[in-house]
């Protein structure tokens, strides 16, 4: 009876674990002009609202940017 409750409670707190898994996030995007040509070089900041935390990258060669390693928030481009 005992062994059935340990198993349980371990079967409980393993589970619960499982929920803190992921704690990062990213965002990627593209820069494109008023025609629809894509930018390259172009600075993208982004601010965590909560935290005031800016963080900047520059667009590739493709106009692409990317975000990697985010922490949970809300965030404004710029």
Do not use: H, I, W
């Not at 494109?32 to 982004?46: E, F, I, N, Q, Y």
Request: proline share 4%; aromatic share 10%.
């Amino acid at each position: 009876m005992r062994t059935k409750y340990v198993a349980l409670l371990c079967l409980f707190f393993s589970l619960g674990l499982s929920v803190f898994g992921q704690t990062f996030g990213d965002l990627s995007g593209e820069v494109r002009d008023t025609p629809g040509a894509t930018v390259a070089g172009a600075k993208v900041s982004l601010v965590n609202s909560a935290t005031g935390a800016t963080r900047d990258t520059v667009t590739s060669d493709s106009g692409t940017y990317a975000f990697p390693s985010l922490q949970p928030g809300s965030y404004t481009r710029r």
